[in-house]
């Protein structure tokens, strides 16, 4: 794949999880305030469709996307590449067993909604940290010294 549609695709994707994002973080804070059956139901369904979203964008990178066009452009990422490659099992892990615990209606064991909503903290959290490092690097390959103009 050319490094510019690479880069494009790139952009486009992470606009794409950032709405995904944005949905899931509004539906959780709705359910914090009003843990309805209702809000349950919305939080699964935003869930799912970002955890749909952030798979097809994982394996996108894993199998021949902009990663291994940072990798190619710039070979001293190479362990940060690994790393952030290593951390997308973990965000997975997390978000399925996130869904796992909506699906088994958590809400009728006490303390586990409070349990749910710190672990979504967390998960949040960790996938900013991720996108942070991810974007540097996409910005380091493919805007600065020399890459492609985005």
């Known amino acids: 794949m050319d490094p510019a549609i690479a880069a494009q695709r790139f952009r486009e994707d992470h606009d794409k999880l950032c709405a995904h994002g944005a949905r899931l973080a509004a539906a959780v804070e709705r359910y914090r305030i009003d843990p309805s059956d209702e809000g349950q139901e919305q ?4 869930l799912g469709a ?13 199998e021949g996307g902009y ?7 710039k070979p001293h990422t190479a362990a940060a590449v690994r ?8 965000i997975l892990r997390r978000l399925s ?10 809400q009728a064991v006490p303390g586990s909604r409070e349990a749910f909503l710190e672990t979504f903290a967390e ?8 996108c942070e490092a991810e974007q ?3 910005v380091e390959a493919f805007w ?5 103009p985005g």
Request: cysteine-free.
């Open 43 to 46: 939080v699964a369904t935003t």
């Open 50 to 62: 970002f955890a749909q979203a952030l798979t097809d964008r994982f394996a996108y990178e894993e």
């Open 67 to 73: 990663l291994n066009h940072v990798r190619r452009r």
């Open 83 to 90: 790393e952030l490659r290593s951390e997308h099992t973990e």
């Open 97 to 106: 067993a996130l869904q796992t615990s909506l699906l088994h209606g958590h």
């Open 123 to 130: 998960l949040q959290t960790m996938f900013q940290r991720h």
């Open 136 to 138: 540097k690097l996409v």
């Open 144 to 148: 600065t010294e020399g890459g492609v």
